[in-house]
T-cell receptor
Framework: AQTVTQSQPEMSVQEAETVTLSCTYDTSESNYYLFWYKQPPSRQMILVIRQEAYKQQNATENRFSVNFQKAAKSFSLKISDSQLGDTAMYFCAFMKPARKLIFGQGTELSVKP | KAGVTQTPRYLIKTRGQQVTLSCSPISGHRSVSWYQQTPGQGLQFLFEYFSETQRNKGNFPGRFSGRQFSNSRSEMNVSTLELGDSALYLC???????????FGPGTRLLVL
């Protein structure tokens, strides 16, 4: 069975600085997708970024980028120029094609002014 | 395009009652998945519907059920509510199974 591990329950960063959130996963599959979702205090789950395992190039969305290391089964999220609105719980998630999302336990990120 | 909508947003029930939650997917999305979120267990998959058929089911008791209508709207039902069913229930829609899932705001259920 696939598992997703986020080893940092809480992190904090100063506004405008860069922070990296870690995620590792376990799977025997070669074709899959990885996601980062954020859940602010409103509890709305918002997609941040998606990575297809067959793509070697790391996904980027504005200030958000990932470091995808397939052999190491690692999928970290880098947030550049952190903003107060980035304060949220961040979830790493794994999905085999046409299957369910499997989530990590989350990392609570606080951006401090 | 409107996002995923869920109704009601908040619900208070007592043990033994039953509850129905509703989810309307993004227009054009045909797959709907349901997740339960609790502080202790995190996010857990309940089930997925596509073309009015349940495609996947998580490890939940039979008290949890769902259905999907021809317009892709979905409902989930929980019968004989227990205190442990208190949770945030999240619905997500995607174009097809396996595509990126977009979440609704959730329904917060409190069982007293």
């Amino acid at each position: 069975a696939q598992t997703v591990t986020q080893s940092q329950p809480e992190m904090s960063v100063q506004e405008a600085e860069t922070v990296t959130l870690s995620c590792t996963y376990d799977t025997s599959e070669s074709n899959y997708y990885l996601f980062w979702y954020k859940q602010p205090p409103s509890r709305q789950m918002i997609l941040v970024i998606r990575q297809e395992a067959y793509k070697q190039q790391n996904a980027t969305e504005n200030r958000f980028s990932v470091n995808f290391q397939k052999a190491a089964k690692s999928f970290s999220l880098k947030i550049s120029d952190s903003q107060l609105g980035d304060t949220a719980m961040y979830f790493c998630a794994f999905m085999k094609p046409a299957r369910k999302l499997i989530f990590g336990q989350g990392t609570e990120l606080s951006v401090k002014p | 395009k409107a996002g995923v909508t869920q109704t009601p947003r908040y619900l208070i029930k007592t043990r033994g009652q039953q509850v129905t939650l509703s989810c309307s997917p993004i227009s054009g999305h045909r797959s709907v998945s349901w997740y339960q979120q609790t502080p202790g267990q995190g996010l857990q998959f309940l089930f997925e519907y596509f073309s009015e058929t349940q495609r996947n089911k998580g490890n939940f008791p039979g008290r949890f059920s769902g259905r999907q209508f021809s317009n892709s709207r979905s409902e989930m039902n929980v019968s004989t509510l227990e205190l442990g069913d208190s949770a945030l229930y999240l619905c997500a829609s995607s174009l097809e199974p396996g595509e990126t899932q977009y979440f609704g705001p959730g329904t917060r259920l409190l069982v007293l």
